[in-house]
């Protein structure tokens, strides 16, 4: 048989008050309604198949206990987070790494996810395919096995112009005044002083004098010599040549536009994306986006797929996609700030404003943002950041950027751990300050819904936030089906974090991306919310993460799957409260039989019945458990109402009797009166209740003599805690007379200020108009007559 015990989930949530379980068990098998016990012992079913009833709630109840556990959701990180700085502690803005081979072992890796690592993200231009997928296959081992919650990220090359790999192990340095040759041609090796270009036609259109630039500055060369498809090139400015490095030319201070004659997605791009997509990556970056054309080709690829949880990102790297910018944010999922290649085609003067203004416009239009590039760039090298750049982050978070990216830093940098540390702590720090400092930016409400429901669901969303940060709730619970409600919610960057249920793992994925929002993967049901509100509170409260006092905000909008079923959309504000458990157990040992059952039963709905006698509205709930008939924990402290009945030597069974003796009366004269009339129904009525006035009347006499008979002893025990502290403060007070009266007799009466002998006298009075007569302050000044014989001359003083 199931028995429930005090501290399983099938007895404390699972199950509620008459309503029918669905622990894998199904009305159709039992042919019978299935109605649980709220206060414990054995399941049963009504109707036929009592004993099919009994085994399917025994395995299935587990089963889905087992289930709810597993399926909790919530990672490690997260949770620990949550336990060590409470609910509004936590880190909101995102973290993604760039995943290299200085952190692609499964050791690294993990100290990445257990840094606060919550996307990372593959770099298709460097390493083979079989290495990348040596990498998704780690990460996910580690989000099954050791419980994160990281996401993956592939970022195609896109149609930009890059040096080869070289073949050198890290970077190759240009002096300046020595000569370089650029070219297409595939050569074995890497001959001194030979670049290699990615394109064929990466010269077409360049000129002799026109300037070459290696990543935006890292080298500068001009163009001496062109030879064929080749270029010679003498070094202008000194740098270093990185793997992958990017070119860009320049004629007259103005940019050669040279990507935007190549496609946004090549055949590599298109391979790697079918690789992807095969491997079940969560977001898919295009690079060098320069209008919306490709995101929706790529999009409407994926649909054709049935890869809908694929997100795809634009990344914002040119000046074609910055006058493009509002139609490539509406068509993708998400946006990627790439200021390393956005800074080679704008002033750098201009990259704050371009950041800031892409930030506004994706919240506004409620889409992600990544500000990547460059954000601890000197940590490739030394253990410690510039300050500049920590403002540079602490900048990034005060625009509630979604997610802040490393790129060298982890991927071939030796202390990408420590960077990725330094960016957890500013974003946290910067995230505490604009709370404390109540600097939260007003954001212009733009409306986004086209249909009925659309609205509604941003209206409920937006007051919501409103009044989860009025209020100062500790966290907002929403339950989402493919993450709009969670995404709106984020979008107006409240205050407590936002908890995402939901039942698709792509979803759950996709919103690790988003700000504030912590995704938990739990089975919901989609026609009765309050079953899923009850379930999720109390299986985080079990983890301990949920305490006595902490308010929550539910927010809801599933839509049901039966067509009669309407949609129900709310918000909810929660307090939760510290469950009280009665000491009544009943366990298989305490029911040998079904009359002791039933007189279980009978006394708790009694005890219910006595506690509403007595107007007490606290709930109580009725926990069963195992073993002995004795409480697991420590008996509740017995109340002045049981002691005054424990001194009058009465039990509250005696107190039901009679209240079950004057029922019993009340329906016998009940039923007399229907034998002789209304009337003498009347009289029946009237006269129980003089009996109960005046039963009333004398218990209160009874407690009126009782507190005039006790007001002796009470007077007796005032006293005697008067005395004993007069005699324990009276050596105190003999020892202070003793030390004043012997410095009295050594000074004598001088020692005693007298005031009789002190002679007194006032001080003069001067009348004010006395003194006013002496200055002569009412006389008018002389006039000067001789202005010329003053010791300054004015003109000459007008220019010394």
Request: aromatic share 6%.
């Amino acid at each position: 048989m199931a028995v429930a015990t005090s501290d399983s989930i099938l007895a404390r949530s699972l199950i509620t008050d008459r309503r029918s379980t669905n622990f894998g068990l199904k009305n159709e098998v039992c042919r019978g309604k299935v109605v649980p016990c709220r206060a414990g012992g054995k399941v049963k079913g009504k109707g036929k198949g009592r004993v099919e009833v009994k085994a399917a709630v025994q395995i299935g109840g587990l089963e889905e206990v087992k289930k709810a556990k597993e399926e909790m959701g919530l990672d490690v990180v997260s949770e620990e987070e949550l336990r060590e700085k409470g609910f509004l502690g936590m880190r909101k803005t995102k973290l993604v790494c760039t995943i290299g081979p200085a952190c692609c072992s499964p050791q690294d890796l993990e100290k990445l996810a257990l840094g606060g690592m919550n996307v990372a993200r593959l770099n298709m231009c460097h390493n083979t395919r079989d290495w990348h997928r040596d990498v998704i296959k780690k990460i996910n081992q580690l989000n099954e096995e050791k419980g994160f919650c990281v996401s993956v990220m592939i970022d195609t090359e896109g149609s930009q112009i890059h040096v080869l790999d070289h073949g050198a192990p890290s970077s190759v340095k240009a002096e300046e005044g020595s000569t370089w040759l650029f070219t297409a041609q595939k050569l074995e090796g890497s001959p001194p002083f030979t670049i290699q270009a990615n394109y064929e036609g990466f010269s077409e259109g360049i000129e002799v004098g026109d300037e070459l630039v290696i990543d935006g500055g890292m080298a500068s060369f001009q163009v001496i010599e062109k030879v064929g498809n080749d270029l010679r090139c003498k070094c202008t400015d000194s740098g270093l040549f990185l793997p992958r490095a990017k070119f860009s030319f320049w004629r007259n201070g103005k940019l050669v536009a040279r990507n935007s004659e190549l496609p946004t997605l090549s055949k590599k791009d298109w391979a790697d994306i079918e690789f992807g997509v095969s491997e079940g990556v969560d977001f898919i970056a295009l690079s060098f986006v320069n209008d919306a054309d490709p995101v929706r080709q790529l999009k409407n690829y994926l649909y054709m797929r049935s890869s809908r949880s694929t997100r795809v990102l634009a990344k914002v790297e040119s000046l074609e996609s910055l006058q493009k910018l509002k139609e490539i944010v509406e068509a993708s999922d998400g946006i990627m700030v790439a200021r390393g290649d956005l800074g080679v085609e704008i002033p750098y003067e201009q990259i704050p404003t371009v950041q800031e203004e892409i930030t506004r416009v994706c919240r506004e239009m409620n889409k992600p943002v990544i500000v990547a590039s460059q954000l601890l760039e000197s940590m490739v090298e030394y253990p410690t950041p510039t300050r500049a750049e920590v403002a540079d982050v602490s900048e990034a978070v005060r625009q509630y950027a979604d997610a802040l990216m490393l790129s060298g830093e982890s991927a071939i940098g030796p202390y990408g751990q420590k960077a990725l540390s330094i960016l957890q702590m500013a974003s946290s720090r910067m995230e505490l300050w604009s709370r404390e400092e109540n600097r939260q930016s007003i954001l212009h409400q733009r409306r986004l819904g086209v249909s009925l429901p659309d609205r509604i669901a941003e209206q409920i969303c937006n007051c919501a936030v409103e009044m989860a940060n009025n209020l100062g709730v500790d966290a907002i619970f929403v339950y989402t089906k493919h993450g709009q409600m969670a995404s709106l919610l984020s979008r107006n960057r409240p205050y407590p974090p936002i908890f995402a249920f939901t039942s698709d793992n792509g979803t759950r994925m996709a919103l690790n991306l988003q700000w504030g929002v912590i995704p938990l993967l739990v089975e919901l049901s989609d026609d009765d919310m309050e079953a899923n509100i009850s379930t999720t509170i109390e299986l985080i409260r079990r983890k301990g993460l949920l305490k006595p006092g902490d308010v929550v905000m539910v927010v809801s909008d599933l839509t049901p799957t039966h067509i009669n079923s309407t949609a129900f959309q709310s918000i909810q504000v929660k307090t939760i409260l510290n469950p009280v458990f009665s000491s009544i157990s009943i366990s298989q040992s305490s029911c040998p039989g079904k009359s002791d059952f039933r007189k279980k039963i009978l006394n708790f709905n009694s005890c219910r019945s006595f506690r509403s006698l007595h107007r007490q509205r606290s709930r109580i709930y009725c926990a069963t458990q195992e073993g002995d008939n004795k409480s697991n924990g420590e008996e509740p402290p017995e109340s002045l109402f049981m002691k005054e009945l424990k001194r009058r030597g009465m039990t509250p069974t005696s107190l039901l009797e009679d209240a079950k003796r004057s029922n019993y009366e009340l329906n016998e004269d009940m039923k007399i009166g229907k034998e002789m009339g209304s009337s003498t129904t009347r009289n029946a009525v009237s006269t129980e209740f003089e009996k109960s006035l005046s039963n009333q009347r004398e218990r209160s006499m009874e407690l009126n003599s009782e507190g005039l008979e006790g007001l002796v002893p009470r007077a007796k025990l005032l006293l005697t805690l008067g005395g004993t502290f007069f005699l324990a403060f009276w050596p105190l007070i003999l020892l202070t007379i003793a030390f004043f009266s012997a410095l009295y007799l050594y000074f004598g009466p001088s020692f005693i200020h007298n005031g009789n002998k002190t002679s007194v006298s006032l001080p003069q009075y001067n009348y004010p108009y006395e003194l006013l007569e002496d200055e002569r302050i009412s006389e008018t000044a002389p006039r000067l007559n001789n202005v010329q014989e003053s010791s300054l001359d004015l003109k000459d003083y007008r220019f010394m």
